[in-house]
């Protein structure tokens, strides 16, 4: 019976996360469009809008560990713990979007915690006997919304895999490449388009191993410059790079798309979808 009450912790954190993202990358995307003579100005309407929540509810300034580790032993109450997830996701999106000091990392698992918390305080009440206190499903929500909202683990094709699956697999996918993964962790990357290429070819039952070369495929390190990122995506026509340790090529660290450098470098986002990375890069 808990696992249900977990389950419903998972799609609620998922629903928040999308709530968090859509917010933070709409708000900034807005701030962007607003004429250059009111970069200035930005910060003080997001600074003063997060003052206004802090002055009425305090525990959502700072990055606010001390208050998760109130929720993680149960020493918060649940109006509080819901009050602090609305306001919390609003006043780290709109600090981060009006150009104020601010990330994702810290709100994210305080988010998780409060939503957990509130969850888990509703099902301890209900059924007191088949549930944990609401500390464990703290714990849990800052997973949830901490994966939620930064979109982790990334989408990746096992190598195993064959070019008909990969296809069924990636048909509702937002991205247009994909890391190829084995035992050994990444070991190329195959675009949509390879995958339509090889399928018209006949070869359909071809797995994904058979595609990549695993000694040497494109990718990027964390350290790298954006206009190092963006040569490579055009030289290899891919919208997307695993990004990879230096000491361990195949350890993958996470992937960086050509939307991640239109919106780095300041491009509007009409007209990415039909944008790929030579085009931007002959731009």
């Not at 698992?109 to 206190?133: D, E, K, Q, R, W």
């Not at 464990?136 to 800052?142: D, K, S």
């Amino acid at each position: 019976m808990e696992f249900a009450v977990y389950a419903v912790l998972g799609v609620v954190g998922g629903l928040v996360s999308v709530a968090f993202t859509k917010l933070l990358l709409g708000m900034r995307e807005r701030f962007l469009r607003f004429p250059k003579k009111t970069v200035w100005f930005q910060p003080v309407v997001g600074g003063l809008l997060v003052g206004l929540i802090g002055w009425l509810v305090p525990q959502v300034l700072g990055v606010g560990y001390g208050y998760v580790g109130d929720a993680l032993n149960g020493r918060m109450a649940l109006k509080l713990m819901a009050l602090l997830v609305v306001l919390k996701l609003l006043g780290a999106c709109t600090s981060y979007a009006s150009g104020n000091a601010g990330g994702i990392f810290g709100p994210s698992l305080f988010i998780g915690a409060m939503l957990g918390g509130t969850v888990g305080s509703v099902a301890h009440h209900l059924l007191p006997t088949y549930t944990a206190t609401p500390g464990a499903y703290a714990l849990v929500g800052m997973g949830a919304a901490f994966a939620g909202i930064v979109r982790a683990p990334t989408e990746v094709l096992p190598a195993q895999v064959t070019v008909g699956a990969a296809l069924e697999r990636v048909a509702s996918s937002t991205f247009r490449a994909w890391p190829v993964t084995d035992r050994r962790g990444v070991i190329g990357v195959v675009s949509v388009a390879r995958l339509e290429r090889a399928w018209g070819e006949g070869a359909a039952g071809v797995r994904l191993a058979d595609l990549v070369d695993a000694r040497s495929f494109p990718h990027v390190h964390a350290d790298q410059a954006l206009d190092l990122v963006l040569e490579r995506m055009g030289a290899t026509d891919l919208e997307l790079l695993p990004v990879v340790s230096r000491a361990d090529m195949n350890k993958l660290e996470g992937v960086i798309t050509l939307s991640d450098l239109l919106e780095a470098f300041g491009v509007p986002s009409a007209g990415r979808r039909s944008s790929s990375a030579r085009d931007v890069t002959a731009r």
